[in-house]
Antibody, heavy 120, light 107 residues
Framework: EVQLLESGGGLVQPGESLRLSCAAS????????MGWVRQAPGKGLEWVSD????????FYVDSVRGRFTVSTDSSKNTVNLQMTNLRAEDTALYYC?????????????WGQGTLVTVSS | EIVMTQSPATLSVSPGERATVSCRAS??????LAWYQQKPGQPPRVLIY???TRATGFPARFSGSGSGTEFTLTISSVQSEDSAVYYC?????????FGGGTKVEIK
């Protein structure tokens, strides 16, 4: 059974940093493409970033490129999202998700999410 | 960026009625289109992928169709448990993009 468990969310002030982690199990991590999707309170879904399980390819939405860095730790089967220079508009529930196929596809598994609040 | 536009924003249907949600892409996404169902307080669940393949656990009353830029999610006979927000998503190119969501309410 695929399990994704996010951690690291919290309340920070604008300009500060936060590191999210997603512990994955139940599948071959190195063959997966993992992603982060966020949802602002009461709003829709917004894709944030994808990374290959090997960590050699990563992608970002324009609004976070240069501020967020996604990485993997294959020894721990974790995906991390380092967020710097946080803004109020980054406030959201951040979901870790796994793509269905090694070359992409829809997200077939999701974690419960970790809440990031950016406020002074 | 491929923009995904869903309609309507809210759909109110009676149990047993047919519900249709539309999703339009600003350019062709081929067959790289999924639908997700999200209930309050829960993460999204993939409902339909590759335009028309129903995910495990969802009943046959859910179906997806379309191609290129126009896609449809149909619930043939809505049940009370189908009350949720439904999102379309294209995964043909980064950035991946979602539609704005359609809230299906049961009368």
């Amino acid at each position: 059974e695929v399990q994704l468990l996010e951690s690291g969310g919290g309340l920070v002030q604008p300009g500060e940093s936060l590191r999210l982690s997603c512990a994955a199990s139940g599948f071959t991590f190195s063959r997966a493409v993992m992603g982060w999707v966020r949802q602002a309170p009461g709003k829709g879904l917004e894709w944030v970033s994808d990374i290959s399980g090997t960590g050699d390819a990563s992608f970002y939405v324009d609004s976070v490129r240069g501020r967020f860095t996604v990485s993997t730790d294959s020894s721990k089967n974790t995906v991390n999202l380092q967020m710097t220079n946080l803004r109020a508009e980054d406030t959201a529930l951040y979901y870790c998700a796994k793509r269905m196929r090694s070359n992409g596809g829809s997200y077939d598994s999701w974690g419960q999410g970790t809440l990031v609040t950016v406020s002074s | 960026e491929i923009v995904m536009t869903q309609s309507p924003a809210t759909l109110s249907v009676s149990p047993g009625e047919r519900a249709t949600v539309s999703c339009r892409a600003s350019q062709s996404v081929s067959t790289n289109l999924a639908w997700y169902q999200q209930k309050p307080g829960q993460p999204p669940r993939v409902l339909i992928y590759d335009v028309s393949t129903r995910a495990t656990g969802f009943p046959a009353r859910f179906s997806g169709s379309g191609s290129g830029t126009e896609f449809t999610l149909t619930i043939s006979s809505v049940q009370s448990e189908d009350s949720a927000v439904y999102y379309c998503q294209q995964y043909t190119a980064w950035p991946l993009t979602f539609g704005g969501g359609t809230k299906v309410e049961i009368k």
